[in-house]
């Protein structure tokens, strides 16, 4: 892909770091730390917020918005689906991520409801979007499952299937990750097989997608590009971190600090990504 261009991922963190823009979370118990820590690395500011009675007050000030079904309860749902209305009335972006789906019929219910206010993205591992596809799948709990060529290019087919009726960007994630609008799709390769050994590293990145979205509408808005610039960034920088982990312990802190001093300029972020057709 074209790295000069104003769409391409360098130009994009540029304008992240350049615009920080607010990200307002609604998400998991697990994941609320880890996701501030890295919005403040790559150059975002977090607020994380899920009282019902704050929601439209926090919503006016953000310019994305993170929701994740991690944990959920029902006065969240609610806070939820208030904070997605407000978003999607304000013309503004927002990411779900529907973690764990497949495991409970209030996770289902949830994204039912959610999705109703129209994302601009959903964040998911395979697993998660095979259920959403409405593929009969329980998954794993939160985690994804088989991830194989034959199981890929299955779920890769759910994720087209998944954006055309939601009319919306499916970013899946997992060893190679797949973004796609139902007409293009971006491969985006690269990350660490740590990366899947530490809690809430997809939580993160949904919140990161959020604020690649708030960048990109400073500049020019292509929802698919943004996306696929936050998991490019994500690669990068779990690649690197993966060089000198040992484990999961040191990645954490190596992933952070790769994140930080990312070099948007002189990375060959755009290398990582491959734009096709869906046929
Ligand atoms: N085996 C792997 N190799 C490379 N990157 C991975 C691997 N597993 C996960 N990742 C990366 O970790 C991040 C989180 O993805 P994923 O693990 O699919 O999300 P979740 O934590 O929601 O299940 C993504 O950037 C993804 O590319
Ligand atoms: C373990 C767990 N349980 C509920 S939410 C959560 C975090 C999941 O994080 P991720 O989906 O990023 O792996
Ligand atoms: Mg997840």
């Known amino acids: 892909m074209t790295p000069s261009s104003s769409l391409s991922p360098g130009s994009l963190l540029n304008q992240l770091r ?6 307002h979370n609604i998400t998991n118990h697990v994941a ?13 500011s977090p607020l994380m917020a899920h009282a019902q009675q704050e929601i439209q007050e926090i919503s006016a000030i953000s ?20 904070a997605a ?33 129209r994302p601009s993205v959903i964040r998911a591992n395979a697993s998660e979007v095979l259920a959403l596809a409405g593929e009969m799948n329980q998954g794993r709990g939160v985690d994804s499952g088989d991830d194989g060529e034959d199981a890929l290019e299955r779920a890769s087919r ?13 970013a899946m994630t997992g060893r190679v990750d797949v973004v796609t609008d139902g007409q293009r799709q971006i491969t985006v390769q690269g990350g660490h097989a740590l990366m899947g050994r530490v809690t809430a590293m997809g939580c993160a990145l949904s919140s990161v997608v959020a604020a690649f979205l708030a960048a990109s509408l400073a500049g020019h808005d292509d929802t698919l590009h943004a996306t696929a610039a936050a998991l490019a ?7 690197t971190a993966g060089q000198s982990a040992q484990g999961p312990g ?11 001093t990312l070099d948007a300029d002189s990375t060959p972020l755009a290398s990582r990504l491959e734009l096709t057709d869906v046929t």
């Not at 310019?63 to 208030?82: C, D, K, R, V, Y």
Request: hydrophobic content about 50%.
């Open 18 to 23: 350049q615009t920080t823009p607010l990200v």
């Open 32 to 44: 609320m730390t880890p996701t501030a820590n890295t919005l403040l690395a790559i150059g975002a």
């Open 233 to 239: 960034c994500y690669a990068e920088a779990g690649e």
């Open 158 to 170: 759910a994720a087209v299937a998944l954006a055309r009726t939601q009319n919306c960007v499916v």
């Open 85 to 117: 209305m407000c978003a999607h009335r304000d013309g503004k972006p927002w990411v779900l991520d529907p973690v764990g789906i497949g495991a409970s019929s209030l996770r289902q219910y949830a994204c039912r409801a959610l999705l109703e206010y």
């Open 250 to 260: 040191s990645f954490v802190p190596r992933f952070m600090d790769a994140l930080y």
């Open 63 to 82: 310019a994305a918005l993170s929701i994740n079904i991690g944990t959920l309860s029902p006065s969240w749902i609610e806070a939820m689906q208030l």
